[in-house]
């Protein structure tokens, strides 16, 4: 391949009409920061003269060239520009002149259009856009506006909605009101369906009423978090949908509570102190996974102990403690085996004993309990949602905050693949 063929190929010059120079190439500085410098010429034989439309003929003629500095797919890691003489005509029909356009870059643009599709590719990546902007060479307000030019924009298909749904919401932008917006997703595949701005109740009671009655009927379980305002709008909107707590949210009900408990138990014993403040994961996990056979030295305990052992201890110490703890227990037990009838015992014994803070999550189960059911009936939880939510959390703190909610969304929507680039 000739070397000119192949620095063509390299900028990915697909207009067959630039032709890159002899001694084409050279390095200059530019604002202290060395770019390469491709010098080449645009030239073909336009059709017709662009301003009056008039067939070439004898009288649209050659009149020099204009030369512009094009921003490019950087080469080795350098900035690098397209020094492109464009070749002009004079029209002598309409007396004016044109100048040769290029597919390369739009009118009155000096950033190529496979620089922008790179940036817009890019925009996929977990990279801030002050990143983009450096990597790019091209400004930080001209990353956000490619990225929001590149992709078509996303239109729900407000005649349907997926038989299973999962609600939850994520901490968004300063501009919006309460800073939560809502996201929704199908339960099955794990996709985004949309993302709404505010997630309070009037605000998606008017969303969820843009969608066809028959795509709302369609639905038939939401997993949601025990957030009351959207057991009212599923009441309202969804007929024929079960509403199905998240398991991981009445397992954090429970937890936060025993925490609680633990802390305060914790704080009144001068003796225990230590091991309370120390041991707290032992005491959260599953106590069928708690260790029963390795003895190894506890330098709280001065001696060997195994896992079972440590949290034994704490058990004894305090009746309060005890009974809080073997409630928690059993509530992880049920929901792990999906066992309706030990909830059911569970919420119809006394539990005397346990903190009011238990006492308090017992209430909210009792209030809940349907859709508790709902949850041990179903394979349905939240989890799908996790890793949306991790990725929200990065594209913000890699975006130092984003002042603009649309722009915001429409990151999301490109990091999760369901914003497609335009075709050019
Ligand atoms: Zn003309």
Redesign the pocket.
Known sequence: MPHIDFIQDLLDLKDQNIIISENCYSEEKIKGIIHKIINAKLIYNPIA?Y??G?IKDDH?VKHGFKTSHIKTLSTAGFHTILRLDKQRYR?R??N?TFTLKTSLVNDGCFISNNTKLSIALDAKKKVSEKDLALNHNVSHSTVSRIIDNAYEAYKVNKNYLPTNLCFDEFKSVKSTSGAMSFLFVNADSGEIIDIVEDRKLEHLKRYFLSFSKSARRAVRNIVIDMYSPYMTLIKSLFPNAKIVIDKFHLVQLFSRALNKTRIRIMNQSDKHYNKFKKFWKLILKDRNKLDTVRLQYNRTFRKQMREIDIVDFLMEQNTEFKASYTLYQDILTAIKLKNISLLESILSSENLLVSSYMITSLKTVKKYKKYIINMFQCQYTNGVIEGINNKIKVIKRIAFGYRSYVHFRNRILITQGILKIKAA
């Open positions: 003269c301003k009056c008039h649209i029209c029909h309409c004016s």
